[in-house]
């Protein structure tokens, strides 16, 4: 959540821990865009079609939210990923396996990939299995050689859920459960007090997000967008009219991965520049992100995409763990979710998104990503379709569309200044008998 705290500064100079990524900072938009309070009920009219809730709803986002103290996470009181062994070239080690790892886990963990570890363990991955054999042996080439995962005693408290436990030390609630013969029992009920628990604890999980400060926002960044492009028509059946609107090639927000059809409208590129300034200067994440396809000069259709013609959407590439190279459709273990999250979160702060596709099942870490850095289930229940938890939640503002694995699909809302722009199709009048 983007709480604006004016301690946070202060404690990155004083060097305590750092607080959840997203707490502090106010949007860097203004003035170009009209400020907007963080609650989405708010926006106001905008000069275009109404629309049903099927089509585009609000983003129920909280307001500014006081915090009394900020409580340092139990991942963090046993973090040691500066230990982690950076290797100019591979080398040969054994990893001698844990609860409930699997193969796409160890592979991400020491930089590989998983047909590899097939490839050099055949005997002993002859079996196919979801979760590897405790203490089974396997033998790899590393680029990285992380802190071993340990196990960690802990009592829990009155009023604890499973969830909340594993969100704290960031591990699967599955995993937490398995780890003690609690597999049945819902994710969200209470653990009982005084349990004793045993918890598998990564030491080398990936910090890129909240650690360090971000570098401050440069006004030209926004100020650099054209301005006179406007959204004509539905996403998938519009153009764009006025003066064409590139978005600017700005290394240190992004990588633009295309030229031809990197142009949208000037309200959409804007949002979409001071999304990204903010996301860099809140998180302090400093890895690659790549913008792929916006629309062309003119809009209208262009394969694969059937959307994409209005300049409103853009294709950005799921935020890749520092330590793996690029990738069209990298595996769910190799995404950063919390840097995912902040930038999703820096996208929705600016009150112009109408709506974000992820595929279904790529919601679930996203999800637990928006836990550990500060989210509540209320909140998120709000945004993202997962969990149903039994019931249908409708379309909520992050949903399920296919093909949507390894990039999010982001789409802004109709600028105050384009009452050409449309949020849904019109329907054609049947005939009359």
């Not at 273990?333 to 974000?356: K, P």
Request: charged share 25%.
């Amino acid at each position: 959540m983007s709480w604006i705290l004016t301690t946070v500064a202060a404690m990155w100079l004083a060097g305590p821990p750092p607080s959840p990524p997203g707490l502090g900072l106010e949007r860097v938009l203004e003035p170009v865009l009209e400020p907007a309070a963080l609650s989405r009920g708010d926006a106001g009219s905008s000069g275009v079609e109404s629309v049903d809730r099927g089509d585009s709803m609000q983003a129920a986002w909280p307001s500014s939210t006081e915090i009394a103290q900020l409580v340092v996470p139990a991942w963090q009181r046993y973090w040691r990923g500066d230990e982690t062994e950076l290797l100019d070239h591979p080398r040969w080690i054994r990893h001698r396996v844990g609860p409930r790892e699997t193969l796409a886990q160890i592979a991400a963990r020491y930089g590989t990939e998983v047909h590899r570890l097939k490839d050099w363990n055949p005997k002993t991955l002859a079996r196919k299995r979801r979760y590897l054999k405790v203490g089974a042996l396997l033998r790899l080439r590393a680029t990285r050689v992380p802190p071993q995962r340990e196990p960690v005693a802990l009592t829990a408290t009155a009023g604890q859920t499973w969830e909340a436990i594993a969100v704290d030390y960031r591990v699967d609630v599955r995993d937490l459960k398995a780890y003690n013969d609690a597999a049945r029992e819902d994710s969200m009920a209470e653990v009982g007090g005084q349990r004793a628990l045993t918890v598998w604890v990564d030491p080398a999980v990936a910090w890129t997000v909240g650690r360090f400060p971000g570098p401050e926002v440069e006004p030209t960044w926004v100020a650099s967008v054209s301005i006179g492009a406007l959204s004509k028509g539905h996403p998938n059946k519009g153009r764009i009219v006025g003066e064409p609107c590139q978005l600017p090639d700005i290394s240190a927000l992004y990588t633009r991965r295309f030229d031809r059809i990197a142009h949208g409208s000037s309200h959409a590129i804007r949002t979409i520049v001071g999304a990204f300034a903010s996301f860099r200067r809140d998180s302090g994440y400093a890895g690659e992100v790549l913008v792929g396809s916006i629309a062309q000069p003119r809009g209208r259709r262009f394969p694969p995409h059937r959307s994409h013609q209005s300049g409103r959407d853009v294709d950005i590439r799921l935020p890749k763990l520092p330590w793996f190279d690029r990738g069209i459709e990298p595996p769910p273990e190799e995404i950063d979710w919390r840097a995912t999250w902040a930038l999703i979160e820096a996208f929705l702060a600016t009150g112009e998104v109408e709506m974000i596709f992820l595929d279904h099942y790529l919601q679930r870490p996203l999800y637990y990503a928006a836990l550990s850095m500060g989210a509540s289930p209320e909140q998120l229940d709000e945004i993202i379709t997962w969990p149903r938890r039994g019931t249908d939640k409708g379309k909520k503002l992050i949903r399920h569309a296919s093909g949507h694995e390894g990039h999010i699909h982001v789409r802004m809302k109709c600028g105050v200044d384009e009452p050409d722009c449309r949020t849904r199709m019109r329907r054609r009048a049947r005939a009359q008998p």
